[in-house]
């Protein structure tokens, strides 16, 4: 060991030590687990889980150190095929038929697959491996993340691998991306920068955006860049990188009435006009009547058809269900329900919140999509991730307990048929909620002294 090392491994060994054992977790996540084996994959997750908060503890001021171990961690999954989500298989498929110029909004998977002019690479093996679900539903993912579908596919090699790793550094970097305007926008914010790290190196985010190919990461990387810019001044180019952030996923359209308040009336109304028409553009290459058609279908099944990890949903399916109400009645009446409790949920928080403050408009976002996960009927872990990004801006951290916690509702891939463990939901949100109430009583009593004061 060169003599210069000799004193950074003296004074760093156990968070060196850390790192790696992390990396044996990862690999073994990622080449040695089946997603049956429930067990083993939540001893895994809560052994990183652990880590990574020593990790923080010991290191929260060596950036160099943390941001090359969230590197590392995420390179461990470069080669491996994900092993708790198909989608990757729809990415693909998508994917090719962009690049050849078939619009994926207009063709079910089920139809193509029976074009025997072999069209899509791979074509029965991506039909396989997406599910009998995917196959049979129109895509339900926005422009831009089409675009890199078919940037994924090019790089591929027509291969299934080759798309995977192609997908998977895009993810990375946009990752390092989160990392770089999020310390950025902590440091404008007069916030203590090594808050990133409880985005960067959660083992949440590693393993659902870099190890199964969720694309919120690239999601959050557009949108943070834009909160940065808008923070900046520069209105016009936040504008356009937020309509970015929404043609990766629609996630961030709910956010938008927030940004009335903090702007105003003119500034807002530039603002949503720029968003407008460079979302426009984006969808103009796949545009025509079916289109409009197909995806409003598709996106309205998340609402009316699909239910897992609920909260509050569950809980008024048990009661419904004792006064002989029927579960695939109640989801489309649910259905219909949410979307209008969610537009009174942002216009709530629109008009009576003080947005024009940064950090509260923060809040603003972070109390939205947190209720609107609670009464949502799909709730997969990779949507925590959006929390976990913006509660580092707040005073909350529940959300970081839930990055935990959800790790509970993997127990439904442990059975053919996807069926949950209410008990083990029901302990979830209890140690999310109960942590949630004892920060807002915190946070109470603190304003309260402040105010005292």
């Not at 426009?280 to 079916?290: A, G, K, R």
Request: glycine fraction near 4%.
């Amino acid at each position: 060991m060169p003599k210069r090392l000799i004193p950074y491994w003296k004074l760093h060994k156990f968070p060196i030590l850390m790192v790696l054992i992390s990396m044996g977790f990862y690999f073994a996540f990622a080449y040695n687990l089946e997603r049956t084996d429930f067990l083993k994959l939540i001893t895994l997750f809560t052994g990183l889980f652990f880590l990574h908060f020593k990790l923080i503890q010991f290191e929260k001021w060596n950036f160099k150190f943390l941001l090359l171990a969230g590197i590392f961690f995420r390179l461990v999954f470069l080669m491996a095929e994900p092993n708790l989500s198909q989608d990757f298989y729809r990415f693909v498929w998508d994917g090719e038929l962009v690049q050849q110029g078939i619009n994926p909004y207009l063709h079910l998977p089920d139809a193509l697959i029976q074009d025997q002019n072999g069209v899509i690479a791979n074509a029965a093996q991506l039909h396989k491996g997406m599910g009998d679900l995917s196959a049979s539903h129109y895509s339900n993912y926005p422009p831009l993340n089409q675009l890199i579908f078919a940037l994924a596919a090019m790089l591929s090699g027509k291969s299934i691998m080759g798309a995977t790793i192609a997908m998977r550094i895009i993810i990375i970097l946009a990752d390092i991306g989160i990392f770089y305007f999020g310390r950025k926008l902590l440091q404008k914010l007069n916030s203590s920068p090594h808050l990133i790290f409880w985005y960067f190196i959660n083992p949440l985010v590693i393993i659902e955006l870099t190890g199964n190919l969720h694309f919120e990461g690239v999601m959050l990387f557009f949108f943070i860049w834009a909160l940065y810019l808008l923070l900046a001044k520069k209105l016009l180019l936040s504008g356009v990188i937020y309509a970015l952030s929404i043609s990766i996923k629609l996630v961030p359209l709910l956010f938008l009435p927030l940004f009335f308040k903090h702007l105003g009336f003119k500034k807002s109304l530039v603002f949503y006009c720029v968003v407008t028409i460079v979302s426009v553009l984006l969808v103009i290459p796949f545009f025509t009547s079916e289109f409009i058609t197909h995806y409003s279908e598709t996106v309205g099944l998340w609402f009316s058809n699909f239910e897992f990890n609920a909260g509050l949903y569950n809980v008024i399916k048990q009661i419904a269900i004792q006064f002989d109400a029927k579960p695939w009645e109640l989801i489309k009446t649910y259905g219909k329900i949410t979307p209008m409790v969610t537009i009174f949920i942002v216009l709530v928080f629109t008009f009576l919140r003080k947005n024009e403050k940064f950090h509260v408009l923060m809040e603003s976002m972070l109390w939205v999509l947190a209720i609107y996960y609670f009464i949502s009927p799909t709730v997969h872990p990779w949507y925590i991730v959006f929390l976990i990004l913006l509660t580092i801006f707040t005073d909350y951290r529940f959300s970081l307990v839930w990055s935990l916690a959800v790790v509970l509702s993997y127990w439904a891939y442990s059975n053919s048929d996807y069926k949950e463990n209410l008990m083990l939901l029901a302990f979830e949100y209890i140690v999310v909620y109960g942590f949630l109430v004892y920060e807002i009583l915190r946070l109470r009593g603190k304003k309260i002294l402040f105010h005292k004061n």
